[in-house]
C-alpha cells in the first residue's frame, strides 16, 4: 500500500482562515471563524487527499534561528490580532479531537519542521503533499513532494511541482532560495538587494542560476546600475538567501509512524462542535441527526381556559405563520412558566374571558417574540396585550443586528437552546408548507415558549453587559409598542386620486415611447436591455461604457455617463422611472388597501437594519421617490380618516450634520449650528476661503454634496462622480474640507481605530453595530468597513433620536388629551393626522419635544408644515 503524507503549516493556514471569514462569536462569545476555516481546510484535505500520514507543524514562538543571523528578521510585522491568539488553543483541541498529529520544535519555524520530515519521509517512499499560505515552502517542490499553496481565502488552492515552478518562473524549486536572496521577502523583513524585483531577480536567475555565481560575475551584468546595487549590496544577498532557506535537518524529535493517521474520535470531535456552536459542521458528518435530535418536553393541551392556568411572569407565543400579521389568522397560543407549559387552540383562547383578562392585565408581566406583531394579532379579536416586560427578537436584534433572525429556532441556536425546530423544517417550505396535525403543532409551539422563557435572563443579562439595558427597556420595548398603534390605526388612502395619477403616468408613458421610437428610428422593446442596447451602441453609435456576458450594459449609471450624448438617453430615464412608479408605487400601494377602511397598514421592520433605521414594507412608504415631481404627487393620495382634519408633517432639520458636530466635538462645525447660520454656505466659505456674500449656488452645492459625503466617508472617486469633477480635484475638495474641520478629520481617524480595537461602534445610546470586517486584508472589504464605522454612530444616533421623539411624543398627546394620531415615522419625519382646531397646540408641542428628545451640544431643528393631504403637508 502506498504511504502519502499531508503536512500543514498551522500558524499559516490560522491566519488565512482568520481574514478569509468574518469574525464570527459563539454564544459563549468565544472567537470562532479561525477555527471554523481551519476545520473546514482539514475536512477537505481529508476527503481529498486521504492521507494515510497527517501532521500540523506550528511556529514555537518569536525567536528563531535565524535572529541570531540577522535580528531585524520578521522585524516589523503586525502583533498577533487577540481574536485570534484566543484561537489557537482550540485549532490544537480541534487536532486532538481528529486524531490528527501536530509539533512544534524551540527555536525553529513550522517551516524547518515541514522541510525536515518532508526530506525524511521522501527517502521513506513516500508521497507527501505540504500545505500552506506561504510560497516560501514551494522551495520545497520535488518529484515526491506537491507544494499547495492557499491563494483566496482557504478554499483555492494553487499546486507547485516542479513542471509548475518551472512554467511559472522558468526556474527550478531550488532557485526559489536564491530568488528570495536577490528580491527579499517583506512579509519576512528579508531585505534581498535593493531595487530588484521578482523580474528581474528571474532574469539574472535565468543567466548565473545561483546568487554566488551572480556574485563572482557581477562584471558580466548588464546595467551600471544594477552591477553598482549588486556589489553594494552582495553580503545582504547573502544573507537573504540564507535566511529564506527552509533548514531540512532541524533536530526534530517525531518519527512518520508517530502521525499515522486512524481517523477521528467521533465523540470527542461532536462535543467539540457542539460547544463551539458549529451546527453546519455536524450537519456534514454521519451525527446530523444526532445532533438535530430534540430533547422530549412535558407540556399540556389546553382544553379549558382557567385563572389558575397563568402565572405572575409567563411566556406567551403567539403563531402567525404569514409575514403580513395584520390579514392572518393566529395558528395558536403557548405559555410557559415556573409550572409548565401550555398550548391553547386559537379559538379556545380568543373567546375565554379568562385569557382576555390576564392578556390585559398590567401587574401580569409576559415574554413575549415580537411584541409588535403579538399586539397587532391580539387587537384583530378585541384582545389589548398588556404587562409585556421582555421581546425576545428586540432583545437578540440589539445584540446582535447583524444576525439574520428567522424564528425562535435560529435565537435559540445562537444561545445554546436548540431544542426547537426551525418553521421551515416544522411547517415545510412553499408549496410544501402545512399545518399539522394539533398533538404536533402543540408540542411545536410549547417548545417555543419554553425558549422563550429559559433565554429570558440569559439575554437580559448580554444587555446590561453591553450597556444596553436602557436601550432596550427605555426605547425599543415601548417604540413597540407604539409601531403597533401606527399600524393598526393605518393611513387612509384617496384610491380615485390614486387610480387617476396611474392613468396620467399611462399617457405620460405612451408619449414617451412614441419620442423614444422616432429618435431611435423604429419601434422596440425599451424594456429589453439587449434591443435597447443594440439601438444605442450600435445603430445609434453611441460609445459604450461598460458590457456584460449577455451584451452591453444599459443601466442607470451607464446611461447617466451618456445623457449628453444623445436626445434619446433622457426620455429612456424618464421613461424608466415612470415606469418603475407606476409598477411599484401606484400598483403596489392600489394591492395592498384595506378595503373595509381604504388604509394601507405598513408594517414597520424594528428588528432589520444594523443602523437602527426603520424600514416599512406593505407598502414602503419610506422609499417613495419624492425628487421626481411625479413620486411627489402619490403623496396626495395619503389624506386623512376624518372629515376636517389635516396632515401634520414634522421633519428634524440636517440631523446627522448636527449629531456629527457633537460626536466630532468640531468647534466650527457647533458654532455655526448655534448661530443658526446655513452649514452648507459656512462649508462653501471655509473651503474656498470667501466671504458669505462671495459663496454662489455652484459653491453652496459643492459644499453641500461633501458635508453630506462626509458622513457616509466618502471617497475622491464616489465625490468625483456626484458632482462630475475630476477625481483630483475632488481629493483636494475633500483634504480642504477636513483641514477646516479638524475635530470631524480626528473623530474619522479615531472611530477607525476603535472599531479596530473593539470590534464594534456605538451610537450616543449605546446601539452596537459589530464590524469584523475592518481587519480584513482585502482593501476593498476594510474600507467599507472603515467608511461603516464612520457613519453608523450618526445615522444610528439620528435613528435612536427619532425613536425616542416618537416615545416622548405619544406621551405628550396623551398628557394633552389631544385626538391628534401619530401615522407614519418616514426617515428623519414624523406624520400625525389631527382635528383643524389642535394645530395650534401641535404647532408648540411638537417641535418642543422633538427638538428636546435628546441633549446633544448643538440644537436640534425641527421644520413642520401642515395641509389636506401628505403632499401639502410639505
Same mark, same amino acid.
Given at each position: 500500500?502506498?504511504?502519502?503524507?499531508?503536512?500543514?503549516?498551522?500558524?499559516?493556514?490560522?491566519?488565512?482562515?482568520?481574514?478569509? !471569514?468574518?469574525?464570527?462569536?459563539?454564544?459563549?462569545?468565544?472567537?470562532?471563524?479561525?477555527?471554523?476555516?481551519?476545520?473546514?481546510?482539514?475536512?477537505?484535505?481529508?476527503?481529498?487527499?486521504?492521507?494515510?500520514?497527517?501532521?500540523?507543524?506550528?511556529?514555537?514562538?518569536?525567536?528563531?534561528?535565524?535572529? %541570531?543571523? $540577522?535580528?531585524?528578521?520578521?522585524?516589523?510585522?503586525?502583533?498577533?490580532?487577540?481574536?485570534?491568539?484566543?484561537?489557537?488553543?482550540?485549532?490544537?483541541?480541534?487536532?486532538?479531537?481528529?486524531?490528527?498529529?501536530?509539533?512544534?520544535?524551540?527555536?525553529?519555524?513550522?517551516?524547518?519542521?515541514?522541510?525536515?520530515?518532508?526530506?525524511?519521509?521522501?527517502?521513506?517512499?513516500?508521497?507527501?503533499?505540504?500545505?500552506?499560505?506561504?510560497?516560501?515552502?514551494?522551495?520545497?517542490?520535488?518529484?515526491?513532494?506537491?507544494?499547495?499553496?492557499?491563494?483566496?481565502?482557504?478554499?483555492?488552492?494553487?499546486?507547485?511541482?516542479?513542471?509548475?515552478?518551472?512554467?511559472?518562473?522558468?526556474?527550478?524549486?531550488?532557485?526559489?532560495?536564491?530568488?528570495?536572496?536577490?528580491?527579499?521577502?517583506?512579509?519576512?523583513?528579508?531585505?534581498?538587494? &535593493?531595487?530588484?524585483?521578482?523580474?528581474?531577480?528571474?532574469?539574472?536567475?535565468?543567466?548565473?542560476?545561483?546568487? #554566488?555565481?551572480?556574485?563572482?560575475?557581477?562584471?558580466?551584468?548588464?546595467?551600471?546600475?544594477?552591477?553598482?546595487?549588486?556589489?553594494?549590496?552582495?553580503?545582504?544577498?547573502?544573507?537573504?538567501?540564507?535566511?529564506?532557506?527552509?533548514?531540512?535537518?532541524?533536530?526534530?524529535?517525531?518519527?512518520?509512524?508517530?502521525?499515522?493517521?486512524?481517523?477521528?474520535?467521533?465523540?470527542?470531535?461532536?462535543?467539540?462542535?457542539?460547544?463551539?456552536?458549529?451546527?453546519?459542521?455536524?450537519?456534514?458528518?454521519?451525527?446530523?441527526?444526532?445532533?438535530?435530535?430534540?430533547?422530549?418536553?412535558?407540556?399540556?393541551?389546553?382544553?379549558?381556559?382557567?385563572?389558575?392556568?397563568?402565572?405572575?411572569?409567563?411566556? !406567551?407565543?403567539?403563531?402567525?405563520?404569514?409575514?403580513?400579521?395584520?390579514?392572518?389568522?393566529?395558528?395558536?397560543?403557548?405559555?410557559?412558566?415556573?409550572?409548565?407549559?401550555?398550548?391553547?387552540?386559537?379559538?379556545?383562547?380568543?373567546?375565554?374571558?379568562?385569557?382576555?383578562?390576564?392578556?390585559?392585565?398590567?401587574?401580569?408581566?409576559?415574554?413575549?417574540?415580537?411584541?409588535?406583531?403579538?399586539?397587532?394579532?391580539?387587537?384583530?379579536?378585541?384582545?389589548?396585550?398588556?404587562?409585556?416586560?421582555?421581546?425576545?427578537?428586540?432583545?437578540?436584534?440589539?445584540?446582535?443586528?447583524?444576525?439574520?433572525?428567522?424564528?425562535?429556532? %435560529?435565537?435559540?441556536?445562537?444561545?445554546?437552546?436548540?431544542?426547537?425546530?426551525?418553521?421551515?423544517?416544522?411547517?415545510?417550505? *412553499?408549496?410544501?408548507?402545512?399545518?399539522?396535525?394539533?398533538?404536533?403543532?402543540?408540542?411545536?409551539?410549547?417548545?417555543?415558549?419554553?425558549?422563550? $422563557?429559559?433565554?429570558?435572563?440569559?439575554?437580559?443579562?448580554?444587555?446590561?453587559?453591553?450597556?444596553?439595558? #436602557?436601550?432596550?427597556?427605555?426605547?425599543?420595548? /415601548?417604540?413597540?409598542?407604539?409601531?403597533?398603534?401606527?399600524?393598526?390605526?393605518?393611513?387612509?388612502?384617496?384610491?380615485?386620486?390614486?387610480?387617476?395619477?396611474?392613468?396620467?403616468?399611462?399617457?405620460?408613458?405612451?408619449?414617451?415611447?412614441?419620442?423614444?421610437?422616432?429618435?431611435?428610428?423604429?419601434?422596440?422593446?425599451?424594456?429589453?436591455?439587449?434591443?435597447?442596447?443594440?439601438?444605442?451602441?450600435?445603430?445609434?453609435?453611441? &460609445? &459604450?461604457?461598460?458590457?456584460?456576458?449577455?451584451?452591453?450594459?444599459?443601466?442607470?449609471?451607464?446611461?447617466?455617463?451618456?445623457?449628453?450624448?444623445?436626445?434619446?438617453?433622457?426620455?429612456?430615464?424618464?421613461?424608466?422611472?415612470?415606469?418603475?412608479?407606476?409598477?411599484?408605487?401606484?400598483?403596489?400601494?392600489?394591492?395592498?388597501?384595506? &378595503?373595509?377602511?381604504?388604509?394601507?397598514?405598513?408594517?414597520?421592520?424594528?428588528?432589520?437594519?444594523?443602523?437602527?433605521?426603520?424600514?416599512?414594507?406593505?407598502?414602503?412608504?419610506?422609499?417613495?421617490?419624492?425628487?421626481?415631481?411625479?413620486?411627489?404627487?402619490?403623496?396626495?393620495?395619503?389624506? /386623512?380618516?376624518?372629515?376636517?382634519?389635516?396632515?401634520?408633517?414634522?421633519?428634524?432639520?440636517?440631523?446627522?450634520?448636527?449629531?456629527?458636530?457633537?460626536?466630532?466635538?468640531?468647534?466650527?462645525?457647533?458654532?455655526?449650528?448655534?448661530?443658526?447660520?446655513?452649514?452648507?454656505?459656512?462649508?462653501?466659505?471655509?473651503?474656498?476661503?470667501?466671504?458669505?456674500?462671495?459663496?454662489? %449656488?455652484?459653491?453652496?452645492?459643492?459644499?453641500?454634496?461633501?458635508?453630506?459625503?462626509?458622513?457616509? *466617508?466618502?471617497?475622491?472617486?464616489?465625490?468625483?462622480?456626484?458632482?462630475?469633477?475630476?477625481?483630483?480635484?475632488?481629493?483636494?475638495?475633500?483634504?480642504?474640507?477636513?483641514? %477646516?474641520?479638524?475635530?470631524?478629520?480626528?473623530?474619522? #481617524?479615531?472611530?477607525?481605530?476603535?472599531?479596530?480595537?473593539?470590534?464594534?461602534?456605538?451610537?450616543?445610546?449605546?446601539?452596537?453595530?459589530?464590524? /469584523?470586517?475592518?481587519?480584513?486584508?482585502?482593501?476593498?472589504?476594510?474600507?467599507?468597513?472603515?467608511?461603516?464605522?464612520?457613519?453608523?454612530?450618526?445615522?444610528?444616533?439620528?435613528?435612536?433620536?427619532?425613536?425616542?421623539?416618537?416615545?416622548?411624543?405619544?406621551?405628550?398627546?396623551?398628557?394633552?388629551?389631544?385626538?391628534?394620531? !401619530?401615522?407614519?415615522?418616514?426617515?428623519?419625519?414624523?406624520?400625525?393626522?389631527?382635528?383643524?382646531?389642535?394645530?395650534?397646540?401641535?404647532?408648540?408641542?411638537?417641535?418642543?419635544?422633538?427638538?428636546?428628545?435628546?441633549?446633544?451640544?448643538? /440644537?436640534?431643528?425641527?421644520? $413642520?408644515?401642515?395641509?389636506?393631504?401628505?403632499?401639502?403637508?410639505?
Amino acid at each position: 500500500m502506498s504511504k502519502k503524507l499531508v503536512l500543514i503549516d498551522g500558524n499559516s493556514i490560522a491566519y488565512r482562515a482568520f481574514f478569509a !471569514l468574518p469574525l464570527l462569536n459563539n454564544d459563549k462569545g468565544i472567537h470562532t471563524n479561525a477555527i471554523y476555516g481551519f476545520t473546514m481546510m482539514l475536512m477537505k484535505i481529508l476527503e481529498d487527499e486521504k492521507p494515510t500520514h497527517i501532521m500540523v507543524a506550528f511556529d514555537a514562538g518569536k525567536t528563531t534561528i535565524r535572529h %541570531s543571523t $540577522f535580528s531585524e528578521y520578521k522585524g516589523g510585522r503586525q502583533k498577533t490580532p487577540p481574536e485570534l491568539s484566543e484561537q489557537f488553543p482550540y485549532i490544537r483541541e480541534l487536532l486532538d479531537a481528529y486524531g490528527i498529529s501536530r509539533y512544534e520544535l524551540e527555536n525553529y519555524e513550522a517551516d524547518d519542521i515541514i522541510g525536515t520530515l518532508s526530506l525524511e519521509a521522501e527517502k521513506d517512499g513516500f508521497e507527501v503533499k505540504v500545505i500552506s499560505g506561504d510560497k516560501d515552502l514551494t522551495q520545497l517542490s520535488s518529484d515526491k513532494t506537491t507544494v499547495s499553496i492557499t491563494k483566496k481565502g482557504i478554499t483555492e488552492i494553487e499546486e507547485y511541482t516542479p513542471a509548475h515552478i518551472k512554467e511559472k518562473y522558468g526556474l527550478i524549486p531550488e532557485q526559489i532560495i536564491e530568488m528570495k536572496g536577490l528580491m527579499g521577502d517583506a512579509s519576512d523583513n528579508i531585505p534581498g538587494v &535593493p531595487g530588484v524585483g521578482e523580474k528581474t531577480a528571474i532574469k539574472l536567475l535565468k543567466e548565473f542560476q545561483t546568487v #554566488e555565481n551572480l556574485i563572482a560575475s557581477i562584471d558580466k551584468v548588464s546595467g551600471n546600475k544594477l552591477k553598482e546595487k549588486l556589489e553594494e549590496f552582495k553580503d545582504q544577498a547573502l544573507m537573504s538567501k540564507e535566511l529564506a532557506t527552509i533548514i531540512r535537518d532541524a533536530p526534530v524529535q517525531i518519527d512518520l509512524e508517530e502521525v499515522e493517521y486512524e481517523g477521528f474520535e467521533q465523540d470527542k470531535l461532536v462535543k467539540f462542535f457542539k460547544e463551539l456552536g458549529f451546527n453546519s459542521l455536524l450537519e456534514k458528518m454521519d451525527v446530523a441527526e444526532e445532533a438535530k435530535a430534540l430533547e422530549e418536553i412535558e407540556f399540556k393541551m389546553v382544553k379549558e381556559v382557567t385563572e389558575d392556568l397563568f402565572a405572575d411572569e409567563s411566556a !406567551l407565543y403567539v403563531e402567525i405563520l404569514e409575514d403580513n400579521y395584520h390579514y392572518a389568522p393566529i395558528v395558536g397560543f403557548s405559555i410557559a412558566h415556573q409550572e409548565g407549559s401550555y398550548f391553547i387552540p386559537t379559538e379556545l383562547a380568543i373567546t375565554s374571558d379568562a385569557f382576555k383578562k390576564w392578556a390585559e392585565d398590567e401587574s401580569k408581566k409576559k415574554w413575549v417574540y415580537d411584541a409588535k406583531r403579538s399586539e397587532v394579532a391580539l387587537r384583530h379579536h378585541d384582545i389589548h396585550l398588556k404587562g409585556v416586560e421582555f421581546d425576545l427578537l428586540l432583545a437578540s436584534y440589539l445584540l446582535n443586528p447583524s444576525e439574520t433572525i428567522e424564528d425562535i429556532a %435560529s435565537i435559540g441556536k445562537s444561545y445554546g437552546h436548540g431544542n426547537v425546530e426551525s418553521d421551515d423544517v416544522f411547517y415545510g417550505k *412553499g408549496a410544501k408548507r402545512r399545518i399539522p396535525e394539533e398533538e404536533a403543532l402543540a408540542e411545536h409551539l410549547a417548545r417555543k415558549s419554553i425558549v422563550l $422563557f429559559d433565554l429570558k435572563q440569559l439575554l437580559e443579562d448580554k444587555l446590561n453587559e453591553n450597556e444596553q439595558y #436602557e436601550l432596550f427597556y427605555e426605547l425599543e420595548m /415601548p417604540l413597540s409598542l407604539i409601531l403597533a398603534d401606527m399600524e393598526s390605526t393605518g393611513v387612509k388612502v384617496d384610491l380615485d386620486r390614486l387610480r387617476k395619477m396611474g392613468h396620467d403616468i399611462n399617457e405620460q408613458l405612451v408619449q414617451i415611447e412614441k419620442r423614444i421610437y422616432e429618435l431611435a428610428g423604429e419601434a422596440f422593446n425599451i424594456n429589453s436591455p439587449k434591443q435597447l442596447g443594440i439601438i444605442l451602441f450600435e445603430k445609434l453609435g453611441l &460609445p &459604450p461604457v461598460k458590457k456584460t456576458k449577455t451584451g452591453y450594459s444599459t443601466s442607470a449609471d451607464v446611461l447617466e455617463k451618456l445623457a449628453a450624448d444623445h436626445a434619446i438617453i433622457k426620455e429612456i430615464l424618464h421613461y424608466r422611472q415612470l415606469g418603475k412608479l407606476q409598477s411599484t408605487y401606484i400598483e403596489g400601494i392600489s394591492k395592498v388597501v384595506n &378595503p373595509e377602511n381604504d388604509k394601507v397598514h405598513t408594517r414597520y421592520n424594528q428588528a432589520l437594519t444594523q443602523t437602527g433605521r426603520l424600514s416599512s414594507t406593505d407598502p414602503n412608504l419610506q422609499n417613495i421617490p419624492i425628487r421626481l415631481e411625479e413620486g411627489r404627487k402619490i403623496r396626495q393620495a395619503f389624506i /386623512p380618516s376624518e372629515k376636517d382634519w389635516v396632515i401634520f408633517a414634522a421633519d428634524y432639520s440636517q440631523i446627522e450634520l448636527r449629531v456629527l458636530a457633537h460626536i466630532a466635538g468640531d468647534d466650527k462645525l457647533i458654532e455655526a449650528f448655534k448661530e443658526g447660520l446655513d452649514i452648507h454656505t459656512k462649508t462653501a466659505m471655509e473651503v474656498f476661503r470667501v466671504s458669505k456674500d462671495e459663496v454662489t %449656488s455652484n459653491m453652496r452645492r459643492h459644499a453641500k454634496a461633501v458635508n453630506f459625503g462626509i458622513v457616509y *466617508g466618502i471617497s475622491d472617486y464616489g465625490l468625483s462622480q456626484s458632482l462630475n469633477i475630476t477625481r483630483k480635484e475632488a481629493g483636494q475638495f475633500i483634504e480642504k474640507y477636513l483641514e %477646516s474641520y479638524p475635530g470631524v478629520k480626528d473623530y474619522m #481617524e479615531d472611530i477607525v481605530k476603535d472599531a479596530k480595537q473593539k470590534g464594534f461602534v456605538s451610537t450616543l445610546l449605546q446601539r452596537r453595530r459589530y464590524l /469584523p470586517e475592518i481587519t480584513s486584508r482585502n482593501f476593498n472589504i476594510r474600507s467599507f468597513a472603515e467608511r461603516t464605522a464612520m457613519n453608523t454612530p450618526i445615522q444610528g444616533s439620528a435613528a435612536d433620536i427619532i425613536k425616542k421623539a416618537m416615545i416622548d411624543m405619544a406621551d405628550r398627546l396623551e398628557k394633552e388629551g389631544l385626538k391628534t394620531r !401619530l401615522l407614519l415615522q418616514v426617515h428623519d419625519e414624523l406624520i400625525f393626522e389631527a382635528p383643524q382646531d389642535e394645530i395650534k397646540i401641535l404647532k408648540e408641542i411638537v417641535p418642543d419635544v422633538m427638538e428636546n428628545a435628546i441633549e446633544l451640544k448643538v /440644537p436640534l431643528k425641527v421644520d $413642520f408644515s401642515y395641509g389636506p393631504t401628505w403632499f401639502d403637508a410639505k
